[in-house]
């Protein structure tokens, strides 16, 4: 079983940053594409962003572009989300997860359920 863990979360003003962390166990986590969502309360889980397996593909929700950036280290067992320009909208928890397809089809990549792994989430709130 493969465990999720995120950290980097906490509590920032509007226009600040954070950098959010998601390490996983075992060694088979460079063939994991990895992506992260967001669960604001009273709100659906939402796709933010995902990683290939290797860190040369990503792909972002359009509400995220040119704010925020995924990026992973292999070595490390970690994959990061960089969040600039932080807004009050922002504020959720913010889950990271594992999938092991390496196929994956664009129009699925957004979904929950192509995840085979998830974190507890990290707690992000962003005070105007």
């Known amino acids: 079983q493969v465990q999720v863990v995120e950290s980097g979360g906490g509590l920032v003003q509007a226009g600040g940053s954070l950098r959010l962390s998601c390490t996983t166990s075992?060694?088979?986590?460079?063939?994991?594409?990895m992506g992260w969502f967001r669960q604001a309360p009273g709100k659906v889980r939402e796709f933010v962003a995902r990683?290939?397996?290797?860190?040369?593909?990503?792909k972002y929700s359009d509400f995220v572009k040119g704010r925020y950036t995924i990026s992973r280290d292999n070595a490390k067992n970690t994959v990061y989300l960089q969040v600039n320009r932080l807004k009050p909208e922002d504020t959720a928890v913010y889950y990271c997860?594992?999938?092991?397809?390496?196929?994956?089809?664009?129009?699925?990549?957004?979904?929950?359920?192509?995840?085979?792994?998830w974190g507890q989430g990290t707690h992000v709130t962003v005070s105007s």
């Open positions: 990683v290939s397996w290797g860190g040369s593909s990503t």
């Open positions: 997860a594992a999938d092991r397809s390496t196929v994956r089809s664009a129009s699925s990549i957004p979904l929950p359920q192509a995840y085979d792994y």
């Open positions: 075992g060694r088979t986590f460079s063939s994991y594409a």
